[in-house]
């Protein structure tokens, strides 16, 4: 009986933790937002923050999505093989991208490198003493430190996605043309004008807008609650980074039921 006190035990501390991180996370969303409006204060933060989540993960986003691009109309042709038309090859790989593929692996590979950086660069403040020194100064640490990044990372993900979806049909077009038998430019492009539909399109954006405030906001968190020195940066860094990759992945799920199923009627 006593080993199976201890586990309860575990288990409801590990689930009174998980909805502690929850609520943290949640409060720290609504002083973000609340504090919005004094954005326009802060616009050489925004700037700054935003070359940095943008531009510095643009090699990243460029091999990622050549890549995906290019093994998703491998797979593609091999499944379709004398069963399905050349011309849907291009449909079926575009919309995979734009809906599903483009959003959320550039969330996670880019959310995986702007996250882990946000909370190392806070918890490096917060375990300094750098962020009370601001408090001291009566300048609000969400304001000065997470606002800024959080309307970077909202901003810069849907152009981030948008850009990994040109190269995933970029990548999946080069790779049609070379090594699937009987295709040709023609094909490969009346398939894409075949079944592009705009919702697809706005859906992949939406999904990339919530994925930022993921991103920038479970990197803020952790940041913020670090301590412990260099060990307790560490330990910031890898929750922010598991965080945020557990969040994009649950929350593509209930994004994709909602923009779908219920909006567009489709499953």
Not at 143 to 166: K, S
Request: glycine share 10%.
């Amino acid at each position: 009986m006593i080993p199976f006190a201890g586990t309860s035990a575990n288990l409801g501390r590990a689930i009174l933790g998980f909805v502690e991180e929850i609520g943290g996370i949640s409060l720290l969303t609504g002083r973000i937002l609340a504090q919005t409006p004094r954005i326009v204060r802060g616009g050489r933060l925004l700037v700054d923050q935003m070359m940095e989540i943008g531009n510095r993960s643009m090699p990243l986003v460029f091999v990622v999505s050549i890549f995906t691009g290019a093994v998703t109309a491998v797979q593609a042709s091999y499944q379709f093989q004398a069963y399905v038309p050349l011309i849907l090859l291009s449909s079926t790989v575009h919309r995979s991208v734009i809906i599903e593929l483009g959003p959320v692996l550039t969330a996670l590979v880019v959310g995986g490198r702007v996250s882990a950086s946000i909370a190392a660069e806070l918890g490096t403040m917060r375990v300094t003493e750098q962020v009370d020194a601001l408090e001291a100064m009566a300048i609000d640490p969400v304001r000065y430190l997470a606002l800024p990044r959080f309307w970077a990372a909202v901003v810069m993900m849907p152009a981030l996605t948008v850009l990994a979806d040109l190269l995933a049909i970029l990548g999946a077009w080069v790779v049609a043309l070379l090594t699937v038998p009987g295709m040709t430019n023609h094909l490969f492009v009346e398939g894409l004008k075949l079944h592009f539909y705009l919702h697809d399109f706005y859906s992949g954006l939406a999904k990339a807008v919530v994925f930022g405030m993921i991103i920038a906001v479970t990197g803020c968190f952790y940041g913020l609650r670090a301590g412990g020195g260099a060990e307790g940066v560490g330990r910031a860094t890898m929750k922010a980074v598991v965080a945020n990759c557990l969040a994009i992945l649950v929350l593509d799920y209930f994004l994709a039921t909602v923009l779908f199923q219920i909006l567009f009627g489709k499953g």
